[in-house]
T-cell receptor, first 115, second 112 residues
Framework: AQSVTQPDIHITVSEGASLELRCNYS??????LFWYVQSPGQGLQLLLK??????LVQGIKGFEAEFKRSQSSFNLRKPSVHWSDAAEYFC?????????????FGQGTTLQVKP | ETGVTQSPTHLIKTRGQQVTLRCSSQ?????VSWYQQALGQGPQFIFQ???????GRGNFPPRFSGLQFPNYSSELNVNALELDDSALYLC???????????FGPGTRLTVL
């Protein structure tokens, strides 16, 4: 069965430090991969997506992610974290079954930023 | 920002009642998906509509139903509410021919 695992439930980093959030997926074919961010009580904002091509994907707010097929991973990175980055981060796999394109989400990683 | 709006923002119902949640997306977004996000969890796919027809369904009972209208609005209806239905309900729309889903702010449903 298709699944997404985000191994880190909670991460704390200092402002200005680098960040890497891990995501592993289980899917038989080449997946569509997404990272979304959710602030408390809010909907999901798309940070970046991977469909094909260059395995290093640039997103908004200075985030990037790298698709590694051999490791079934799509880790999110940012070189210098800002206090406003504190939020919940979700990795998702986009699946197609017939005409349906649904997203399978991981459990999420809560990012706390220390001043 | 995404052009997807949802109403109401918050809703409180009692067990056994029925509820209708609404979503409005941008022109040209012919696909709409609904997700349920329980507290502390990732969103779970409920169902998807494409051009007013149900296009796929997740592991949710038939008391969860939906409608999509020609004006790019849609509804999620839940009958016979249960306590476990308390969650954030998210609507997401996709432009024609793409697989990218853009989410609304959600409706927080509390069932007492």
């Amino acid at each position: 069965a298709q699944s997404v695992t985000q191994p880190d439930i909670h991460i704390t980093v200092s402002e200005g430090a680098s960040l890497e959030l891990r995501c592993n997926y289980s899917y038989g074919a080449t997946p569509y991969l997404f990272w979304y961010v959710q602030s408390p009580g809010q909907g999901l904002q798309l940070l970046l997506k991977y469909f094909s091509g260059d395995t290093l994907v640039q997103g908004i707010k200075g985030f990037e992610a790298e698709f590694k097929r051999s490791q079934s991973s799509f880790n999110l990175r940012k070189p210098s974290v800002h206090w406003s980055d504190a939020a919940e981060y979700f990795c998702a796999v986009g699946l197609h079954s017939g005409n349906t394109g649904k997203l399978i989400f991981g459990q999420g990683t809560t990012l706390q930023v220390k001043p | 920002e995404t052009g997807v709006t949802q109403s109401p923002t918050h809703l409180i119902k009692t067990r056994g009642q029925q509820v209708t949640l609404r979503c409005s997306s941008q022109s040209g977004h012919n696909t709409v998906s609904w997700y349920q996000q329980a507290l502390g969890q990732g969103p779970q796919f409920i169902f998807q509509y494409y051009r007013e027809e149900e296009n796929g369904r997740g592991n949710f009972p038939p008391r969860f139903s939906g409608l999509q209208f020609p004006n790019y609005s849609s509804e999620l209806n839940v009958n016979a509410l249960e306590l476990d239905d308390s969650a954030l309900y998210l609507c997401a729309s996709s432009p024609e021919g793409t697989d990218t889903q853009y989410f609304g702010p959600g409706t927080r449903l509390t069932v007492l």
